[in-house]
T-cell receptor
């Protein structure tokens, strides 16, 4: 299946700092999704992107659909302790019958 | 807000036993999925289901696995003869259409001993 690589693999930051993470693919996607997973729970959709160059915000979160359509970025401003979790990007298969998930970025926020 | 519900939240079974994991997708969603996540690893696709048939499956979804929509609300994953390596979190998801964002349940933690 598709390989979606996320970086960094993990981040340890102070509360109040901004966070940036990215996701790259070897193939072009027409949709990018960003999810957050809390321990013991299912992934929760944060942001959906549908157009190259699109910049979309959801509160303190901002995600961008890369111009090349092979990457996407997620930024979190002014991090708080509840931002802790694993962030996954996802992109659809050509058939639209599944989404491939990235390797994940684990975020730890130190109060 | 509507949500995907999964039962049980935790299932412990002995190797070789059959298990059935249950899901109730969001009511107006037409596409259903099972994913799994081995502890600390990424979310892996198992199978997608639309119009009462499998639309796509991964190499993980071998003959030991099957899915069913026995009625208008439930969507089940059956593992016929569990192996130790089947131990994982199993997530059900649904979407309005193919290619639209997936909405996940909170998962069933399967432990095979």
């Amino acid at each position: 299946g598709q390989q979606l690589n996320q970086s960094p693999q993990s981040m340890f930051i102070q509360e109040g700092e901004d966070v940036s993470m990215n996701c790259t693919s070897s193939s072009i996607f027409n949709t990018w999704l960003w999810y957050k997973q809390d321990p013991g729970e299912g992934p929760v959709l944060l942001i959906a992107l549908y157009k190259a160059g699109e910049l979309t915000s959801n509160g303190r979160l901002t995600a961008q659909f890369g111009i090349t359509r092979k990457d996407s970025f997620l930024n979190i401003s002014a991090s708080i302790p509840s931002d802790v979790g694993i962030y996954f990007c996802a992109g659809p298969s050509n058939t639209g019958n599944q989404f491939y998930f990235g390797t994940g970025t684990s975020l730890t926020v130190i109060p | 807000e509507p949500e995907v519900t999964q039962t049980p939240s935790h299932q412990v079974t002995q190797m070789g036993q059959e298990v059935i994991l249950r899901c109730v997708p969001i009511s107006n969603h037409l596409y259903f999925y099972w994913y799994r996540q081995i502890l600390g690893q990424k979310v892996e696709f198992l199978v997608s289901f639309y119009n009462n048939e499998i639309s796509e499956k991964s190499e993980i979804f071998d003959d030991q696995f099957s899915v069913e929509r026995p009625d208008g609300s439930n969507f089940t994953l059956k593992i016929r003869s569990t192996k130790l390596e089947d131990s994982a979190m199993y997530f059900c998801a649904s979407s309005v259409t193919g290619g639209s964002p997936l909405h996940f349940g909170n998962g069933t933690r399967l432990t095979v001993t």
